[in-house]
T-cell receptor
Framework: KAGVTQTPRYLIKTRGQQVTLSCSPI?????VSWYQQTPGQGLQFLFE???????NKGNFPGRFSGRQFSNSRSEMNVSTLELGDSALYLC????????????FGEGSWLTVV | AQSVTQLDSQVPVFEEAPVELRCNYS??????LFWYVQYPNQGLQLLLK??????LVKGINGFEAEFNKSQTSFHLRKPSVHISDTAEYFC????????????FGTGTKLQVIP
């Protein structure tokens, strides 16, 4: 069974640009969560989607957004990139919203220059 | 609300020695508990989980953890570490009823010294 797949794995963007990251959850999983990981802040929760609806949101500015499609695949978008957005963005999926185990992808490394 | 505390940010240990990584949590409801491992430049991999039943949980790569409800702890142990265990380890907790967000600790870097 394929795991959580994130694309692209690595990307470099310039300040002010926007970026879209993609996540394909494990087959049968309907909940997708996104996390930002940086050396200074650790793992920070961005948002969670279930059945194409955002169910929970972390403390990030409106430049960070996401969506989920009917096949449970999810995308997150960051607009007007800042240097501080450089991070590893991790997607995690779970079968439902019960908190009973989430599985992570390999992450997308974003560098903003 | 729930929280996770990993008191040790770094733990150096010699190869073949035992190791314990500490995790304490707080929650007002019954919990699920997890340990994840992150190798350099990779995502998080599930090591083991406690959902219910036996308080001693065995995971991959020879790791085990014990759920102690009275001490609200879920410490991770391995009797003999290997160089390949060098990684960062994250403890996580979620409530066990209805919708429950997963909360992560700040991580413990395990450095195995040859």
């Amino acid at each position: 069974k394929a795991g959580v797949t994130q694309t692209p794995r690595y990307l470099i963007k310039t300040r002010g640009q926007q970026v879209t990251l993609s996540c394909s959850p494990i087959s049968g999983h309907r909940s997708v969560s996104w996390y930002q990981q940086t050396p200074g802040q650790g793992l920070q929760f961005l948002f969670e989607y279930f059945s194409e609806t955002q169910r929970n949101k972390g403390n990030f500015p409106g430049r960070f957004s996401g969506r989920q499609f009917s096949n449970s695949r999810s995308e997150m978008n960051v607009s007007t990139l800042e240097l501080g957005d450089s991070a590893l963005y991790l997607c995690a999926s779970s079968r439902d919203r019960s908190g009973n185990t989430i599985y992570f992808g390999e992450g997308s490394w974003l560098t903003v220059v | 609300a729930q929280s996770v505390t990993q008191l040790d940010s770094q733990v150096p240990v010699f190869e073949e020695a035992p190791v314990e990584l500490r995790c304490n949590y707080s929650s007002s409801v019954s919990v699920y508990l997890f340990w994840y491992v992150q190798y350099p430049n990779q995502g998080l991999q599930l090591l083991l989980k406690y959902l219910s039943g036996s308080t001693l949980v065995k995971g991959i790569n020879g790791f085990e953890a014990e759920f102690n409800k009275s001490q609200t702890s879920f410490h991770l142990r391995k009797p003999s570490v290997h160089i390949s265990d060098t990684a960062e380890y994250f403890c996580a907790v979620s409530g066990s009823g209805g919708y429950q967000k997963v909360t992560f600790g700040t991580g413990t870097k395990l450095q195995v010294i040859p």
